[in-house]
């Protein structure tokens, strides 16, 4: 109850203070991407429940000549890894957090499609409400294997406290600012999670 107190209260400061920031970023994705401005998914939550998560748009929505979708390293812009490297894509999700479907730190909400492939041990990073930031992000951010970003996923949801969630709250801000782990190398963002028993491939999702 304290952390969801938390949460609202800091995640509606937050939406006030950054929302000169929010309206000019949305004006500059109209123009630099076009339409939709936000990126729109459902993700796991609490649980492994759906909601609908929300991002900035940071890809162009560009097909091949068999109307396939390109992969995501020929769609992402300069402007779009922009919005990554500072994680302005990002604070939409703050509307995601008053709702409820999230909080400001916890394991970050993947790909619906991942669930079915987890073990019994990476399945417990659902036990948490999924997180803006979370101690993998603080940790490695997107250069962290998938096994260990998912032990650092179990280890936050066995140890979660106020006060854990204020501390990577303020790495947070050192992560974002020195703009390190943006991307595993070769990936815009990082490789899809198949398993394990099957090598990662790329993947056309905004899946982090």
């Known amino acids: 109850m304290l952390k969801r107190c938390f949460d609202f209260v800091i995640a509606g400061i937050l939406l006030l203070a950054f929302s000169p920031i ?9 123009w630099n991407l076009g339409s939709p401005i ?30 396939n979708v390109l992969p995501d390293e020929q769609r992402l812009t300069r402007f779009g890894r922009f919005l990554r490297s500072t994680s302005i894509d990002e604070l ?10 999230m909080s400001l730190v916890g394991p970050r909400p993947l790909l619906m499609e991942y669930l079915e492939r987890y073990d019994a041990v990476q399945a417990r990073r659902h036990e948490a409400r999924p997180g803006i930031t979370g101690w993998a992000q603080v940790n490695g951010r997107n250069t962290t294997a998938w096994e260990e970003r998912f032990r650092m996923d179990v280890w936050y949801v066995d140890n979660r406290n106020l006060w854990l969630d204020i501390q990577i709250l303020f790495q947070t801000i050192v992560t974002v600012f020195s703009r390190k782990g943006i991307a595993a190398e070769g990936h815009a963002t990082m490789p899809a999670f198949i398993g394990q028993e099957i090598q990662p491939r790329d993947t056309t999702d905004e899946n982090s």
């Open 22 to 30: 929010l309206m000019l970023t949305a004006i500059l994705v109209r």
């Open 38 to 67: 936000l990126f729109r998914q459902r993700r796991p939550g609490l649980d492994g429940r759906p909601f609908e998560l929300i991002k900035f748009r940071t890809m162009l929505d560009s097909h091949d000549r068999s109307g």
């Open 92 to 101: 939409p999700e703050l509307i995601n957090v008053l709702r409820g479907e």
